[in-house]
């Protein structure tokens, strides 16, 4: 059995492999740093008053953040993303971070897309840009399929028989509604957060989706989603299923923030 020392060697060689092999499909340089307190991070390094502010109000939320990106100040500068010690040594889930350094990886690409399609060089100006709210969530959802798609096929998860079925829906379904039900009951007075558990489970069900078409698809969704948003999360859930990459959805953000705000209204 591995002690802590070499389970932390083992997830910085794992993370290096994988900014080299990000690198060179992408040509943007990143850095990956392993950290105690992400929150406490995110305020060393915070380059304003109104950022500070900021990052305290989402304390509560931090808590629970296996990892972050935190933004350069010119979209060519190295990008930095923060990981929990936690997601290294989580004896529930000791694989944890096969999925978290795709997701994060995502998010990195799809700023840098963001920030180009929008000729902006400053990633903070890209958030200004029409269409960053739709983008916004928009980057959550393929982060989180990237991220969970990795998992599966990294770990050679079964992806194809009855089996694989019955234990994604017997298991990891079950977990992850009663998760989200949760977490909407949490975050029932922020908007923000309350979109951002929706859209991570509807990532999550589209990979079930991809693998299992005839067991998880838009017919397939949770009753307690329809009965809490009828036809809104079917329009959404399709919309997103249908747009699954930059290139499709780049001239549709601002349709996704329409989408989203019949979900839940600001």
Known sequence: ML????????????????????YNRTNINVKIEFVEDIHKKKLELAKSYEERESII??????????????????????????????VIVNTINPNQLVSTIPHELAHVEDFYRFSVF??????????KCIGYRGFYFWTEYNSK???????????????????????IKNREFIWHLNELKGDLQKYKS???????????????FSVWNDLFPNYFNV???????????????????????ENKTFEDIKYKFNELDDLLSKLYPN
């Open 219 to 241: 017919t397939t969704l949770p009753k307690e989603l329809l009965i809490m948003f009828d036809s809104r999360i079917v329009n959404l859930y399709n919309f997103l299923y």
């Open 57 to 86: 109000s989402e304390k509560e939320f931090d808590k629970n953040t296996n990892a972050t990106l935190i933004f350069p100040k010119f979209i060519t500068d190295i990008q930095l993303i923060l990981i929990s010690k936690n």
């Open 118 to 127: 929008n000729k902006v060089g400053n990633l903070n100006d890209a958030m």
């Open 190 to 204: 922020k908007s923000k957060l309350f979109i951002y558990c929706v859209i991570q489970f509807i990532g999550r």
């Open 3 to 22: 002690n802590e020392k070499e389970i932390f060697e083992g997830a910085k060689k794992f993370a290096n492999e994988m900014i080299k092999e990000f």
């Open 145 to 167: 399929r990237q991220g969970y798609d990795f998992y599966r096929k990294k770990l050679n998860w079964d992806n194809s028989s009855d089996n694989a079925v019955e234990e």
